[in-house]
């Protein structure tokens, strides 16, 4: 059975940081795409960034380039987002998402594997 489970999430005043961290288990993840998007209450879900194996390649939103980065460890199971500079937008349930295809590294649709989310809430 394939998983991904993210854990990380919590409470953080603005400006504060946060790690998110997406354990995956059931199947190799290692050449996937993973992703991070999140969805705020009344809104779409949104991308927030990805990273891409080979070749080593990562993508972010607008919105939070230069304060959040993806990273994953050796063994590709893991994949983190340091959120830093927090802001009460930022504020959203964040899923970890894995897209085996690797094509549109970007595009919620080419993840077909998703977690259940954690909540990220940032005070003002």
């Known amino acids: 059975q394939v998983r991904l489970v993210e854990s990380g999430g919590g409470l953080v005043q603005a400006g504060g940081s946060l790690r998110l961290s997406c354990a995956t288990s059931g199947r190799t993840f290692n050449r996937a795409v993973m992703g991070w998007f999140r969805q705020a209450p009344g809104k779409e879900r949104e991308f927030v960034a990805a990273?891409?194996?080979?070749?080593?390649?990562?993508y972010y939103a607008d919105s939070v380039k230069g304060r959040f980065t993806i990273s994953r460890d050796n063994a590709g199971n893991t994949v983190y987002l340091q959120m830093t500079s927090l802001k009460p937008e930022d504020t959203a349930v964040y899923y970890c998402a894995a897209n085996p295809t690797g094509r549109s590294p970007t595009s919620e649709r080419n993840f077909g594997f998703w977690g259940q989310g954690t909540q990220v809430t940032v005070s003002s």
């Open positions: 990273i891409k194996w080979s070749p080593s390649s990562t």
